[in-house]
Each structure stands twice: as C-alpha cells, then as structure tokens.
C-alpha cells in the first residue's frame, strides 16, 4: 500500500484531527483517489514525520487524524547555501528541484548580468511561491522532514556580499583549483551557481574580491542546471552523506 508524504505548514499535534491544504486535498482525493481510513505521513518542517489516517475524504476537503510523532531526520551534515543564477524555462525549476533532494539547506535565486528574466515585482512573487510549491513537493518526494529556506531573488553584487562564516565557492569551468580537492569547515559552503552563458568577467571579479574561490569540476563546460547538481552531488559525496 501507498503511503504518500505530505507537507502540512502547521502545528501538529497527536490524537488531534487536522484539516489538509487544499493543494493536499485536491493531490490525495482527486489524484490519488485515496478514500477514509488510508494511512498517511504528514509533516511541518519540524524535522518530524506524523504518521495520521485520513478521517474525511471529499472533493475539496481532507481532513486527517495525527496517530504518532516520530522523530526521523535525513539531513545532511553539510549545509550548503545555494546561490543559483536564474534561468529561462524549467531550467531553473530542476536546478531547485534536485538541489532540495541532494540535501541542500538554503536557496537564493540570484539575478545576474546574463540573467534572461524579466519580471515584476508581482511576477517575481509569483514565481517564488512557485518554486516554493516546487520544494515543497520535492520533500514530500525524498523524505526530508525540513524544508530549505528559499530567499527571495536577489542581484548577485548584494548576495557576495552578505556576511558568512562558511566556505565561499564559485563554481567556473576555467578555474585552476578542482572541487574535490577543498578542504571545507564545520559550517558548511555557500555555493554560487552562474546562469546560462555564465558569469562575465566583471561578475567573477567582484566574486573573488568577496571571498570567493573559483573551482572547477573537469574539462566540459556544464549547463547551469547539471552545474548545480553536480557540483552539490560532489560535496556530498566527499564531505556530506552520499
């Protein structure tokens, strides 16, 4: 049987009956088709997972009633801060997505030089629910129990420039020094990612007078959002939990 994982943003509470979503209503009763009495994991980003059964299954509205708490963590101990350039198309919806499954703990869309996207205010707003719904779901899919901050987008010059106490990283295909040769602290990498066409010039200047170090994964020249699963696959794999 099917036990499907769902993110419900409020407090939890055991041998209590909550009311789901409507997203999660409309994902268990018109999708899944589930019916009253199907088991259900839910969780809040507490870093919990609540084991629950669905009460009350109707076209518009669920309701559930929390059984257990159980205290199960699948974070990695490296966090990693993503700095990801945005990309036209799905682009940047995958680079999000597979950062969120690699373990990834914070996210700042960033705006640069070479960005192809031009929004409104409203229209960036919008799109920042949108790739919330996107790490939402996306925890709901590999199991994590907290969520990833999603910052909201930023122009590159004020993200190097913020306050850090962990490894800065840019990753460049002509850099001298390789990935897997760092040696990285306790409190983790904060990672920038370039668009497509990269960063220019003027950008990696500004990155290096900031504190970044240029690093390199191979000879290709990567898409932006194999760039980012990658390189965070990569840290994983040396320092993390893969």
């Known amino acids: 049987m099917r036990i499907p994982r769902i993110y419900h943003p409020d407090l939890l509470i055991v041998d209590q009956t909550v009311d789901l979503t409507a997203d999660a209503a409309n994902h268990l009763a ?10 259900i994991v839910l969780f809040n980003g507490d870093g919990n997972e609540y084991t629950a059964e669905l009460t009350e299954v109707k076209k518009r509205s669920v309701t559930a009633m929390v059984d257990a708490k159980l205290e199960l ?14 990309s036209r198309g799905d682009r940047m919806d995958f680079a999000i997505q597979k950062a969120v499954e690699l373990g990834v703990t ?5 705006l640069t030089d070479r960005c192809g996207v031009k929004l409104s205010k409203e229209r960036w707003e919008k799109k920042h629910h949108q790739w919330f719904k996107l790490i939402v779901a996306a925890c709901e899919q590999c199991g994590r129990n907290r969520l ?16 850090t106490k962990q490894m800065r990283l840019t990753l460049h295909p002509q850099a001298a020094k390789s990935i897997k040769h760092l040696s990285l602290p306790m409190s983790g ?6 668009p497509e066409g990269g960063f220019t010039d ?7 007078e900031a ?3 240029t690093v390199q994964m191979g000879p290709r020249v990567l898409r ?7 390189a965070i696959a990569v840290l994983q794999a040396i320092h993390g939990d893969l």
């Open 73 to 86: 963590s699948v974070e990695s101990p490296l966090p990693i801060h993503l700095g990801q350039g945005v």
């Open 148 to 163: 990833p901050k999603l910052n909201p987008c930023l122009p590159i010059n004020e993200w190097v420039a913020q306050s």
């Open 202 to 208: 003027a950008e990696v200047y500004a990155t290096e």
């Open 189 to 194: 990498v904060r990672l920038l990612i370039g």
């Open 224 to 230: 932006t959002e194999t760039a980012a699963m990658a």
């Open 106 to 110: 914070e996210i700042t869309p960033l």
């Open 211 to 213: 504190g970044f170090q």
């Open 30 to 39: 018109s999708v899944l088709r589930l019916s009253d009495g199907h088991p």
